[in-house]
């Protein structure tokens, strides 16, 4: 169920609607003489939110290569190039300590 608040909360309540954010993990709908006017939400819900549409970005664009009959990529192949890229921790430098960073 959508939490719906009147913009004047934002000024009043602030912390309780960052806190509905937060527990909650959905965004506080904000309105003006009734209407909706902003959506509150924590940082970590919108950045699922905008890997979410980027993720659906990707997919309609492999939608339309595909219905255009462009060729893919095969499973091996894929594996096979994901296998030869440096994982995390080899592009890591781990020889950096903390003093080196603090200068």
């Not at 960052?18 to 509150?40: I, K, R």
Request: hydrophobic share 35%.
């Amino acid at each position: 169920m959508p939490i719906i608040k009147p913009i004047s909360s934002l000024r009043n309540q602030t912390r309780d609607i960052a806190s509905l954010c937060h527990e909650q993990d959905e965004p506080v709908y904000l309105t003006t003489n009734g209407e909706g006017d902003l959506v509150v939400m924590s940082i970590e819900h919108y950045e699922r939110l905008n890997a979410r549409f980027e993720l659906f970005g990707k997919l309609a664009v492999a939608q339309a290569q595909v219905a255009a009959g462009e060729k893919g990529l095969t499973h091996s192949q894929v594996m096979k190039k994901l296998r030869q890229r440096p994982t995390y921790r080899q592009s890591c430098n781990t020889s950096v300590s903390w003093a080196d960073t603090k200068r």
